[in-house]
């Protein structure tokens, strides 16, 4: 059983999770969390490629992890991601994850997940396959996925407060928490581009995953000038 928690949009690219699903034996089924508007394209998809019965369309949830709970495989298919949570959740509840080979997602899964190629369903497929037929592989990639959310934990993850803007007239105070890891050729433009909205009383949270790259420095640089 496998299982793709996320919203249905261009972006996240049900569709090429689906159309596996065509390649595996009949004994592999899929959940669809999420809601969004491009489910009416995959349901109509799913009935074009007659998958129907194998590809269950959960809906919005507020718990997920229940469904990953009682899955042998998490997969996120998308196009590109900030951070890609999803792929995370599969891991901390010990599910082998397979995610798209893209910016964003495969710097936080690491080692710790199968990566394929973009719209690539043949090797989506592949490497499901190679789960279920290799018991070796999928209890290493069980362990291993626990061990890599540790990584994570909140203790071990440095937030910067980068900007606060305050304004009495105003009550409302918008938060932008932006995840970071390895984004120094970015981070100064996203910071920026924060800095450049008209409405002024906002704050904006930087959680950088221990960086390796000059980002953690770069965040600094802004944080002080805030000080």
């Not at 991601?81 to 995370?88: Q, V």
């Amino acid at each position: 059983l496998c299982v793709m928690v996320a919203r249905f949009n261009e972006q996240k690219d049900q569709d090429t999770v689906i159309r596996a699903m065509k390649k595996l034996p009949l004994n592999f089924y899929l959940l669809l969390v999420g809601s969004g508007e491009r489910q009416i394209v995959c349901e109509k998809l799913v009935e074009e490629i007659e998958v129907s019965e194998r590809v269950c369309f959960v809906g919005y949830s507020q718990y997920p992890s229940i469904y990953i709970s009682i899955s042998d495989v998490g997969i996120l298919s998308s196009h590109w991601e900030g951070f890609g949570i999803s792929a995370l959740e599969y891991m901390a509840l010990g599910k082998p994850t397979v995610v798209t080979n893209v910016d964003g997602l495969k710097e936080v899964v690491g080692n710790a997940a199968l990566l394929f190629t973009p719209h690539n369903e043949n090797e989506l497929a592949d490497k499901i396959y190679a789960l279920y037929c290799d018991r070796i592989l999928y209890n290493r990639m069980k362990v291993i996925s626990k061990l890599h959310v540790s990584n994570f934990d909140v203790k071990e993850i440095r937030c910067y407060k980068v900007k606060v803007n305050d304004n009495p007239l105003i009550n409302v105070c918008i938060s932008v928490i932006t995840p970071c890891y390895n984004s120094g050729a970015y981070i100064a433009d996203a910071i920026e581009s924060v800095i450049a909205q008209s409405f002024v009383n906002w704050e904006m949270i930087i959680v950088d995953d221990c960086s390796s790259d000059n980002s953690a420095f770069i965040i600094n640089q802004y944080s002080s000038k805030d000080a």
